[in-house]
């Protein structure tokens, strides 16, 4: 199967919803159906939870952990792209297609009305400035003891991986991630830029993407320190 995270020549900085949604409506699915390797990867060790797919597009991930039992919430300024969503939600998870909602919103203007046990942003390739605002907004939706996934097309794409956006602007690292992140109570699990393998015309191929996971401390316990002065008198 060729690799649809790629995107080549886009300059998707500038899309707007518009522009988003000409683009799902021209095509019966943009990517792939099947969710992403990362996420697949990181959430299969996660026990079922609440889950917030920021710029979900067609849901994939959304869904994939619906299916796993998840209560999933796919976010994007496409209503084209979530309508898909939704319908796919209805022929793959049949009653239980209720465990996928989705919200048609800006991400640069969203705040969610709740925290989740996992927040999921995969391949929102935007500006710095712009990307650092949705990340922000993606750890503060953390609840605790839950976990933020971000997935991307790492800056190191554009000269030794395969695809991707060619706009160096909307690229980034790990490292970008992490100082996007600083300072709102996560602690980093794993940053770093790995290796994707990609099936492509031309034979195997790899792309380059950023995996960054981090996770929120439980908190302690309340009214401990209470009890603990109770017990001292
Ligand atoms: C490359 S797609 C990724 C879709 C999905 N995460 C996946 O992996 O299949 C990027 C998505 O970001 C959405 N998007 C871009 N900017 C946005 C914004 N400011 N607010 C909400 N959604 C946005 C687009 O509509 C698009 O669906």
């Not at 518009?18 to 996660?46: C, K």
């Not at 933020?148 to 790990?174: E, F, I, K, M």
């Not at 393998?197 to 908190?219: M, N, Q």
């Amino acid at each position: 199967m060729l690799d649809r995270d790629r995107r080549e020549g886009d300059d998707v900085a500038s899309m707007t919803s518009q522009m988003w949604n000409e683009r799902y409506a021209a095509s019966q699915a943009v990517w792939s159906i099947t969710p992403n390797v990362w996420v697949e990867q990181v959430a299969a060790d996660l026990p079922a939870g609440t889950a917030l797919d920021l710029a979900a597009g067609e849901g994939r991930n959304a869904l994939w952990l619906a299916e796993r039992g998840w209560r999933a919430t796919a976010v994007d300024f496409s209503a084209v792209a979530l309508d898909r969503a939704r319908t796919w939600a209805a022929q793959r998870l049949g009653p239980g297609a209720d465990r996928l909602a989705t919200v048609v919103a800006d991400l640069l203007e969203y705040t969610p009305d709740a925290q989740f046990d996992l927040v999921l942003v995969v391949y929102l390739q935007l500006p710095a400035d712009q990307r650092g605002t949705i990340l922000r907004t993606a750890a503060r939706a953390v609840a605790p003891g839950g976990h933020l996934l971000v997935v991307a097309h790492d800056s190191d794409n554009l000269a030794h991986g395969y695809g991707g956006p060619q706009d160096p602007a909307v690229l980034y690292t790990a490292e970008d991630v992490t100082a996007d992140v600083a300072g709102l109570g996560l602690d980093v699990v794993r940053a770093e830029a790995v290796r994707r393998p990609v099936d492509t015309p031309a034979g195997p191929r790899h792309a380059i993407d950023v995996l960054a996971v981090f996770s929120r401390a439980v908190k302690a316990a309340a009214g401990r320190g209470r009890r603990t002065a109770a017990w001292g008198e």
